[in-house]
């Protein structure tokens, strides 16, 4: 009896005592921190407030954040395997293109997400294939969006899957501003960054690919061209079309597939890097050699994301510097060309 009066006692003792105390409100700290860091995430993604994927990987020490300076932009090719997934962050404007397919939205949402973002200005579905739009929802759920464009498409091609439906789902449910793609509209973006839409040119495709929207960046010196998956019919017409389609920089359409990137196409970019957003070991064969070789002789340098990881382009208007991610999960920069 006395013995366990003795150890009431000594509880009583050490939840009275200093020690006890400052465990119990570092626990409280914590567990008000981590609810409020949950509830920022999933509501109001204020961004003053860090991610856990932030705090992850400064917990875990990797440099993988590529940062710019003032007045410069940066493209990111985030690699979600067989599919397509960019973003440019072009001073405080944040765009979206694609999303790859729903198994890597949370890889996307991590990405963009560590580096400090909660904000997506605009996001660009470039056509309604999973490869392209399947994490969107997840992603369109995740992040404020300020707008989002679509291309107009026959009722019978766009896919009976359940990602595009979730992707409407959710823009409807969150009253995300939607809009059709328009040949001629210009973003305006930070850094005096430019982003113009130069397709679909017309509206009578036989494939949901052709239909994709092909914009071209346009930073100083330096452009980009963002392709979708846009094939023979459609290169031609854009080449056809009188617009300015000349880019530094191409995202090879449809993951280097012979069914694209035609010489007179190829002719008609000139570009002087190529990025393929493909998947490793994927069972279409993809980046054809066709295509590799294509691009090689025109002294192209070519990277994929299947040996690449995630690609980086940093332009100050007048040059690149190129990181990438393959092996070490840390950027390293590379020797541009």
Known sequence: MEKGRRSRKKNKNFRESTAYKILLCAFTVFFVLSLLLYVNEKVFHLEFLPTSAE???????????????DGEIAVHYIDVGQGDCQL????????????GEAIYADRVINYISQMGFR????VIATHQHDDHIGGMSKILDQFTVGKIYMPQVPDELLPMGTEFESMLDVIEKRGITAEYSA???VLQLGNGAKLEFLA?????YSTLNNY???????HGERSFLFTGDIERAAESDLVNSGEYIRSDVIKIPHHGST????????EAVSPQYAVISVGKGNSYGHPKTEILDRLSKRNCE?????????IVFVSDGENFTIYTDSDSGNFEEEEAA
């Open 259 to 266: 069914t694209s990137s035609t010489p007179a196409f190829i």
């Open 212 to 218: 994709s929207i092909v914009c071209r960046l346009v």
């Open 302 to 310: 070519i990277y994929t994301t299947m040996h690449s990881g995630t």
């Open 88 to 99: 440019i962050v072009a001073g405080d404007t944040r765009v979206l293109i694609d999303s």
């Open 55 to 69: 705090i992850t990987a400064a917990l875990n020490g990797k440099n993988n954040v590529v940062s710019t300076a």
């Open 119 to 122: 904000r997506l200005d605009y």
């Open 183 to 185: 040949v001629g509209r």
């Open 200 to 204: 679909p040119v017309h509206d009578d």
